[in-house]
């Protein structure tokens, strides 16, 4: 199995990111940088090399790994591994909202984190692959249920074969949805496509949600409480 070329570390302990860097330049691995909080992170992204990335979950700042790792995955679709000393419920019941590629807890030796890149990385060449052929068979129009469709030419929800006359957000609301139809959207991950700002409050987003389910009561939107938003196909 093939290891990633360039590996980005996220990791606010010294000793731990030598340690890292170590183990990955002994297996021939580049590691494009190391950073210690999300900002610094975010602002790299943009330019630098990057096949994969070990996140710490505690980093330094206001934002940890799983909220940094959400906001990378609303631009990039780069495979994160996980770094964790905490194997609690809750933790990892959040990791796994994220659908990770894989963990390594702490403490960790060499061979656990080649292993665990190894096998996250050879997850990730075919999950890239199937999505490309998905991608290219990609139907023009998304069938919700027997009444509703949303068309990717037009850009636009269809009752009965008649458009539906939604505002703005309400649309791009309803489009994010029929993309990801049967999937669970985060609160996050709309409220990123849907506004510019990212302090936009999660009742904004149950407002705009509440208009649309009040315009189409028979619109299958989906809560899922804490998590996010889905559209069911019936």
């Known amino acids: ?109 060499s061979k656990e984190v080649i292993t665990t890149l190894k096998i996250a990385y050879k997850r990730y060449s075919i999950h890239s692959e199937v999505s490309e052929v998905k991608i290219s068979e990609e139907p023009t129009d998304i069938v919700i249920n027997k009444y509703y469709t949303y068309s990717l030419k037009s850009f636009a929800l269809y009752y009965d074969g008649q458009s539906v006359k939604l505002n703005n957000k309400q649309n791009k609301l309803v489009e994010i949805l029929s993309k990801n139809i049967n999937n669970t959207v985060g609160y996050e991950m709309l409220i990123g496509h849907l506004w510019d700002d990212d302090n936009i409050a999660d009742s904004t987003l149950r407002t705009l949600v509440y208009s649309v389910r009040k315009l189409l009561p028979d619109l299958p939107i989906v809560s899922h409480s804490k998590v996010g938003y889905s559209l069911q196909s019936t």
């Open 1 to 109: 199995m093939n290891l990633p070329n360039n590996v980005v570390i996220v990791e606010d302990e010294v000793i731990t990111q030598r340690y890292l860097q170590d183990i990955l330049s002994n297996s021939d691995v580049h590691v494009s940088a190391c950073f210690d909080n999300a900002p610094d992170t975010l602002e790299a992204l943009k330019s630098i090399d990057c096949d994969m990335i070990l996140m710490d979950i505690n980093i330094k700042g206001s934002m940890d790994g799983i909220q940094l790792a959400r906001k990378i995955l609303e631009t990039y679709t780069f495979p994160i591994v996980f770094i964790t000393a905490h194997n609690d419920d809750a933790t990892l019941e959040e990791l796994l909202e994220l659908a990770p590629y894989g963990f390594i807890s702490k403490p960790f030796s």
